[in-house]
């Protein structure tokens, strides 16, 4: 069982939980390692986001807790930096790249916001052509290296967040199958982390977690590293199907996981 989560929202973005009661739960749970992402900060929606005031005040509570804590548990700082933030993420521990919007025509879309606005989105921006519509997002996806600098890449397939059972595309369709193989192999020349993200697995969204098992077959057959996290935005849900996600990643060939210690990542034996 993986003791550790670096992919961890607070009240300070569309967390329901504070900063401590996540260390607290953490410690509770037997956890040796907790690393805090809060959401980057954009321009044009800052409904779920840390404004740039809060992220100075998350880097300091966060900065208190590493000290209170460090005799019980170990505490990073990171960053998930969306795609479209402009600015330097400096001073974190690591950073987390994600794309949760497409620009299309000047219209920023929200992928994980709701399957209804998503649809009218799709419908009206690109004339109800899913495909074309997730070219769009995979291109980003390829890009997140170049454009974030990250450490850890988050949920890559976001795009399924509302198509479980292939409610608006079949995701077995050759399109939709390249545009994912061609953002990977983007993806793994630079040799960091996929994360395995069970967060719509914890608000009841999806059964799996992302990204799909023939992507992270796909991975591990190119010697990708992965991680666990939880994406997790309630205190009770740390470790939200962690033991699933784990057998999974068995099952895809993985013999080890990446966790994050003072010395950098290191592989965990799963
Ligand atoms: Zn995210
Ligand atoms: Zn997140």
């Known amino acids: 069982m993986i003791k550790s989560n670096f992919h961890t ?9 504070t900063a401590e009661e996540m260390v ?8 040796t390692a907790l690393g805090f992402s809060g959401h980057s900060y954009t321009s044009f929606d800052e409904s779920y986001a840390m404004s740039l005031a809060n992220e100075q ?6 900065a208190n807790l590493k000290g209170k804590y460090k005799s019980k548990i170990m505490i990073f700082c990171g960053l998930e930096l969306d795609f479209f933030s402009d600015y330097e993420a400096l001073g974190y521990d690591y950073i987390i790249g994600s794309v949760h919007y497409v620009k299309k025509d000047g ?3 929200p992928v994980d916001l709701s399957p209804e606005s998503l649809k009218d989105n799709v419908n ?11 070219e769009d997002y995979y291109n980003l996806v390829s890009l997140l290296q170049a454009k974030t600098k990250a450490d850890i890449y988050g949920h890559i397939d976001l795009v399924l967040k509302f198509n479980e059972a292939n409610r608006f595309f079949d995701q077995t369709d050759k399109r939709y199958v390249n545009q994912v ?3 990977v192999d983007s993806l793994l020349e630079a040799d960091k982390i996929f994360e395995v993200n069970t967060g719509a697995m914890a608000n009841g969204l999806r059964t799996i977690p992302y990204p799909e098992k023939w992507i992270l077959k796909y991975i591990n057959s190119k010697g990708g590293k992965v991680m666990l996290s939880s994406d997790c935005h309630n205190a009770q849900k740390l470790a ?3 033991d699933s996600a784990a057998e999974i990643l068995k099952d895809c060939g993985f013999k080890e996981v990446y966790t994050l210690n003072q010395s950098g990542f290191e592989p965990v034996k799963l």
């Not at 607290?24 to 956890?31: C, T």
């Open 57 to 62: 005040k998350y880097k300091d509570e966060i």
């Open 181 to 183: 193989l061609e953002a």
């Open 124 to 134: 009206n921006l690109w004339g109800g052509d899913w495909f074309n519509f997730t």
């Open 107 to 109: 219209v920023v879309v």
């Open 24 to 31: 607290k739960e953490a410690i509770k749970e037997n956890f």
């Open 240 to 242: 939200y199907g962690f």
């Open 9 to 17: 929202h607070t009240s300070y973005c569309d967390g329901q939980s």
